[in-house]
């Protein structure tokens, strides 16, 4: 079990180029918000604590390439725009997390905290 949570969340953390987060029954709201911090160390490559345009465009570039698409500025401007709350023209982790839970929190129906077979299933 603890494998299979631990494969889905690499598996989400890999998918995370703007698409919906596909939510893996089992997977708990803490789990999502820790796929959501590695999401962003993976994202700020440089380590200052912030996602500049051109990292997010690098790493949505790696992401849709690992599933054979390609990737445009466009799509890239407009993920900026919906993550960045706070008009800084960067994304923080934070920024992240509040769309990545927020995804969560949707397919959360029930609101227990899990994703269930049923939630994973919609």
Known sequence: ??????????????????QALAQKAGQTRAEAQAASAKKFRNLDADGNGKGSPAELLAFMTKAAEKRGETMDQAKVDRRLKRLDTD????????????????????????????????????
């Open 87 to 122: 008009g800084d023209g960067n994304v923080s982790a934070a920024e992240l997390a509040a769309e990545d839970l927020a995804k969560f929190d949707k397919a959360d129906v029930n609101r227990n905290g899990v994703i269930d077979a049923d939630e994973a299933a919609q």
């Open 1 to 18: 079990m603890i494998k299979t949570v631990k494969i889905a969340m690499t598996i989400g953390a890999l998918l995370l180029s703007g």
